[in-house]
């Protein structure tokens, strides 16, 4: 998808605190009201090069210069013209192996991924409407996607030799090749280790057992129904990104803790999407609230470093006998170079319940869900 991007960073906050018990036997939830404001902008400086878009941009002079032979510029053709193309199956056999092997490994590592993770890399036509001209045997520019969404320039490289620089808001009539990360290869084996390295902390929500669920029937949830995002006149050479959600609350020992969401159906930005997604499992929390930071990954996410900074925010949290929101509290352990690009945030909803309903707009202002509550009756 094209990228979300806040139009101004904000950090949000909460105007109320909301104490809650958790239902244990289905009635008519009725609804409920979003708590939360957007604060003032937050300025944060300028991140330098992240280290995926250094292996990716040093791959991408590579491929170029391979392109220089018609033979493996054809080849780049028939890879490309139905999608992307796993760049390591490109290079097989070509003097750019090694390279990709070893960039591969290196973009692995920057990601905080096993590096037994597989092929990540890949190269991908910029934009469908370039295909006719690579067909017809115009040599290509080759890319690497970049990793800051502030506009800029973007370099290219010339089969020939040289670079070139590319208006990031207009696609040139040259086809252009982009090296980039297969983030929905990588997003599952991130949010994996996210996940045990939370775990590891004891901050994810230990489940009820299944005599507590068979006694109360079943517990309530939070289904999302529809979701859109807003458009951000993001720079045409960005490919998709993943969207997941961190979703908080205090489990049922009152300590903070999240649960990691894939929603992988998010693709583009200014469209509705229909899920029927189950969001939060209030069975798991003490009280019947619970926050959703929403998140996307370019790319370069490096999800160990994720999962510290969730946990630096959660463990000095505290329950007091009354919810508080953990939405500011995870925005601010962000490291600075985060807000622009590893990971992204997209937004957040304060407080959802087992009695939210209807549609309820972000903090931040870049999107909206409308979501019911939803019964889940026991096996």
């Keep these: 998808m094209t990228r979300v991007l806040m139009t101004a960073l904000a950090t949000v906050t909460a105007l109320a605190l909301t104490t809650g018990t958790a239902v244990a036997a289905p009635a008519d939830p009725g609804s409920a009201s979003l708590t939360g404001g957007a604060a003032p902008a937050v300025e944060r400086t300028a991140p330098l090069p992240s280290e995926v878009f250094t292996v990716t941009d040093r791959l991408a002079e590579q491929v170029a210069g391979v392109l220089a032979d018609k033979a493996v510029r054809e080849r780049a053709v028939a890879a490309t013209a139905a999608g992307d193309a796993d760049l390591a199956a490109f290079a097989s056999g070509t003097t750019l192996d090694g390279a990709v092997r070893a960039a591969n490994q290196d973009v692995l590592a920057a990601k905080a991924l096993p590096l037994n993770g597989g092929s990540l890399l890949r190269v991908r036509l910029a934009e469908p409407s370039m295909r006719a001209a690579l067909a017809r045997g115009e040599a290509p520019l080759v890319a690497a996607a970049p990793t800051d969404d502030e506009p800029a320039p973007i370099t290219a490289y010339d089969p020939r030799g040289g670079k070139v620089s590319l208006d990031p808001a207009k696609a040139p009539k040259r086809p252009v090749l982009v090296v980039d990360v297969d983030v929905a290869k990588a997003l599952p084996l ?64 009152g300590k903070a803790t999240v649960n990691i969401v894939q929603m992988p159906y998010l693709d583009n930005d200014g469209t509705t999407y229909y899920p029927n997604q189950l969001l939060v499992h209030y069975s798991a929390y003490k009280y019947n609230l619970a926050d959703v930071v929403m998140m996307e990954d370019d790319g370069d996410t490096n999800y160990l470093a994720l999962a510290q900074a969730i946990a630096t925010a959660l463990l000095t949290i505290i329950d007091a006998g009354v919810y508080i929101p953990l939405v500011n509290g995870i925005l601010s352990a962000m490291p600075n170079s985060w807000w622009t690009d590893d990971p992204d945030y997209v937004d957040s909803w304060y407080t959802l319940a087992t009695t939210s309903s209807g549609h309820l707009n972000g903090a931040g202002g870049n999107g909206w869900m409308e979501v019911s509550p939803y019964w889940v009756p026991e096996l």
Aim: glycine share 14%.
């Design 190 to 253: 991130g949010l994996q280790v996210t996940r045990d390295a939370l775990a590891a902390r004891g901050l994810v929500a230990a489940k009820p057992s299944g005599a507590q669920v068979k006694a109360a029937g079943g517990y309530w949830a939070t289904k999302v129904n529809a979701v859109r995002l807003k458009d951000d006149k993001e720079p045409w050479i960005k490919g998709d990104a993943e969207i997941f959600s961190v979703v908080g609350g205090f489990g049922l020992d």
